[in-house]
């Protein structure tokens, strides 16, 4: 029941993402071109589509956490840390510098697949490789201390 429900959500975003037209990496870096704003060409539908899915996560959130435990886990598995360190802000740099070059996160990559686009597939291989690369970096690094 735990995978069923995990892959009718992701066809849920999945579909979500489709229909809003953020696999068209196009339409995505229209809308970081802030440049465009002079030219009247910016294409202010991604905020849109973030502001929609905070709509529907903000209460969503709001009504799980009001339960006791999840449906299918014993407890919630939050993060323990708050710290903000080097490795969040290069993380979340590296992820938006990405985005803003590509047109795609992890995320809206997966349902483009079905367009059958080589860039697509090309976005996946360095994201992997990304991930192969990050992996290979922290296992050589000293471990890190508890906050």
Not at 1 to 5: A, F
Not at 36 to 57: C, E, K
């Given at each position: ?5 995990a ?56 009504l ?84």
């Open positions: 029941m735990r995978l069923l429900t892959l009718l959500i992701g066809l849920i975003f999945g579909l979500g993402i489709s229909v809003s037209g953020m696999i068209n990496p196009a339409k995505v870096l229209n809308f970081f071109d802030l440049a465009q704003i002079r030219a009247g060409t910016w294409d202010p539908s991604l905020a849109f589509v973030m502001a929609g899915a905070l709509a529907v996560a903000i209460p969503g959130y709001r799980v956490f009001a339960r006791p435990a999840p449906a299918f886990e014993d407890r919630f598995q939050l993060p323990d840390t708050r710290v903000i360190d080097r490795r969040l802000i290069l993380g979340s740099a590296t992820f938006g510098i990405g985005w803003g070059i590509a047109g795609f996160c992890p995320g809206g990559a997966l349902p483009a697949i079905g367009s059958g686009d080589p860039v697509v597939f090309l976005f996946l291989a360095a994201l992997i490789g990304g991930l192969l690369v990050a992996r290979a970096l922290q296992s050589r690094a000293p471990a890190r201390k508890p906050a």
